[in-house]
């Protein structure tokens, strides 16, 4: 298993840009699977971005804006967000799964908000 800490949300006008860090307990690099998920009041948690074998897939919603990296040499995950729009508000969640079928982590969750 690992932790997952995450970092960098915060309060951006529309149009913005952001880029959240999820730091992992221990190494990353042989984890199966990682993510971040969003989840907006009243809604259900959503993927928006998952590297898995360095194969990503993006949520339609986001593609061309967020751009879904790993960093194995600091045990870092990162998602940089540009052109921020006020349906991207929501708590961003740093996901893993450290195997195929093994036990799954979830970080805390960083808000982001996009208002003018």
């Known amino acids: 298993q690992v932790q997952l800490v995450e970092s960098g949300g915060g309060l951006v006008q529309p149009g913005g840009s952001l880029r959240l860090s999820c730091v992992g307990s221990?190494?990353?690099?042989?984890?199966?699977?990682m993510g971040w998920y969003r989840q907006a009041p009243g809604k259900q948690r959503e993927l928006v971005a998952r590297?898995?074998?360095?194969?990503?897939v993006y949520a339609d919603s986001v593609k061309g804006r967020f751009t879904i990296s790993k960093d194995n040499t600091k045990n870092m995950m990162y998602l940089q967000m540009n052109s921020l729009a006020p349906e991207d508000t929501a708590v961003y969640y740093c996901y893993a799964r450290v195997s195929a079928f093994g036990t799954e982590s979830w970080g805390q969750g960083t808000q982001v908000t996009v208002s003018s």
């Open positions: 590297i898995q074998n360095g194969f990503i």
């Open positions: 221990r190494s990353i690099s042989s984890i199966y699977l």
